[in-house]
């Protein structure tokens, strides 16, 4: 493992690059909105195909994506609960915001840097199901609450948001590299190399991006609604990794690697849909910006308090 310390102020400093960058003009959020689809389109899938073609597939890894699935339909519900009886605009930021993570663009970078390529294969893994849970149940539920939606026009189509699922490049990677795992097709030394030299532009671009979209401007009256996402995402991801962490049988690094990921950011596919959908997406984009440092700082504290 390398020393986690020094990836965190690594990844620090690139992050705060992005940020100078944009405060100086030199790049701006429009840029940053380009490079996020090279992420998305090229990079991020070539280091999904990369680890996950030449994983060692056993049946304890196949609980892996089961988790974010299990952990976000219990969120959901809870929240459902709680928020019956809010006003539309509420229930739909606060449904959209308090599950799915965000994994490729903030923590396949630092597992990455801290332990390569096994830690990648446990955080890909968990990906899978964390990619059902962000284009299957908050692309529903953000079109489902959408200012947009007629149901008497029958505006709003299943169809529709199973077939949204499957045009994710992310996941169609994922979808590619387990056919390619399970059938013991051996990729030729020429496209593993280009995947490679691929994958190698995807951490510096996204904590780069992350930097540039950095920006915690908002309304005092948006605080209460804040603060409620916050506590559910991190209360219930917190005592979830927690119990698991603990409980689990499994090696200590996939143990951490299950922790760390139920309290990762907001995932920026939110954002996408709150924007398509017509939801509050300034305030999504505050809240992606929040957890994103509270992450930062959580996921630093428990990486050396387990210190593997």
């Known amino acids: 493992m390398a020393n986690a310390n020094y990836i965190f102020l ?17 790049l701006t959020e429009d840029n940053g909105k380009v490079i996020v689809k090279i992420i998305f389109n090229i990079t991020l899938p070539a280091l999904v195909l990369n680890v996950i073609s030449s994983i060692d597939l056993n049946f304890t890894l196949l ?12 969120v959901m519900l809870v929240c459902f609960l709680i928020f019956r009886n809010s006003p ?22 630092l597992i990455e840097g801290i332990w390569g390529e096994q830690g990648l294969q446990y955080i890909a893994l968990f990906d899978i199901g964390n990619a059902l849970v962000i284009f299957g149940l908050i692309s529903f539920i953000a079109s489902y609450y959408s200012k947009k939606n007629d149901i008497e026009k029958n505006e709003f189509s299943s169809r529709r948001q199973f077939l949204r699922i499957f045009k994710s490049p992310p996941l169609i990677a994922i979808i590619l590299a387990l056919i390619i795992n399970l059938s013991g097709f051996i990729i030729p030394l020429f496209i593993m190399d280009f995947l490679n030299i691929l994958s190698r532009a995807n951490m510096a671009l996204t904590l780069l991006c992350l930097g540039i979209f950095l920006n915690f401007k908002f309304e005092k009256t948006e605080w209460k609604t804040i603060i409620k996402i916050i506590l559910i995402r991190y209360s219930f991801g917190f005592i979830a990794g927690l119990i698991l ?18 309290i990762l950011p907001m995932a920026m596919g939110t954002i996408l849909f709150a924007v398509e959908f017509e939801h509050d997406e300034k305030l999504a984009g505050i809240i992606g910006n929040i957890t994103l440092i509270i992450s930062f700082i959580l996921m630093w504290i428990i990486i050396l308090f387990i210190n593997i």
């Not at 690594?10 to 690059?17: E, P, Q």
């Open 88 to 109: 539309k605009e509420t229930k739909s930021i606060i449904f959209i915001t308090v599950i799915g993570f965000n994994m490729g663009n903030f923590a396949y970078p």
């Open 63 to 74: 609980l892996l994506p089961i988790i974010p699935l299990i952990f976000s339909s219990f």
């Open 10 to 26: 690594l990844s620090l400093s690139i992050i705060f690059l992005g940020f100078i960058l944009k405060k100086l003009n030199i």
């Open 245 to 262: 962490f603990l409980i689990l049988p499994f090696p200590l690094l996939y143990r951490t690697i299950v922790f760390i990921s139920l």
